[in-house]
């Protein structure tokens, strides 16, 4: 072989190193970016599951608050509350899928709000329900038996607030 063709091969071998090394490097950029751009991906689907189960669990606080309760009045009462029954019914629902789905551990917290907040239902139709033939202790009964469920399905919340945001810090820190 002629040093030409040597130096031919040689130049040759060495653009395709060249060439070689080039694509892998690209490849392997390529590759963290990807990478990067799957965790930001996760990370913001992550933060609006969070946001959205945290939206969810403040309306539902506001549908079991017993303030909510006594602006059922007049003829059209028992309609509210039963409209505010059902869709609160349809967000608990939404909340406990999300915890099943997103924060296991936070599941078996959230899932005596339903036992409590049929209680604070129950109780509360009871007294709309109530008409003259009813005692005063009847409704005096009725309405602190609600009160308390209420009051139960909020500290649920807020422990099951205060769980979610738990996982969010030790996922994140």
Same mark, same amino acid.
């Given at each position: ?19 070689? =090394? ?10 963290? *970016? ?24 403040? *309306? ?18 028992? &309609? ?6 059902? *869709? ?14 997103? @924060? ?8 005596? =709000? ?9 109780? @509360? ?19 602190? &038996? ?10 649920? =919340?807020?422990?099951? *607030? ?6 969010? +810090?030790? +996922? @994140?820190?």
């Amino acid at each position: 072989m002629e040093i030409s063709t040597v130096n031919v091969l040689v130049g040759a071998g060495s653009a395709l190193a060249g060439a070689i =090394i080039s694509g892998i490097t690209q490849y392997l950029l390529i590759e963290k *970016k990807a990478k990067k751009d799957r965790e930001l991906s996760d990370y913001y689907n992550f933060r609006t599951i969070v946001e959205n189960t945290h939206t969810k669990l403040g *309306k539902l606080s506001l549908m079991l608050s017993i303030s909510k309760a006594d602006m059922a009045h007049g003829e059209e009462k028992l &309609k509210y509350f039963n409209e505010n029954y059902d *869709k609160a019914n349809e967000l608990m629902s939404e909340i406990i899928m999300a915890c099943t789905l997103y @924060f296991p551990s936070v599941k078996s917290q959230i899932c005596p =709000i339903q036992g409590e907040a049929n209680r604070y239902w129950g109780y @509360f139709k009871a007294v709309l329900m109530s008409s003259g033939e009813k005692t005063a202790d009847y409704i005096q009964e009725n309405s602190r &038996k609600s009160a308390e469920a209420s009051i139960n399905c909020l500290e649920i =919340i807020e422990k099951v *607030k205060g769980s979610i945001e738990e996982i969010v +810090k030790a +996922k @994140f820190s």
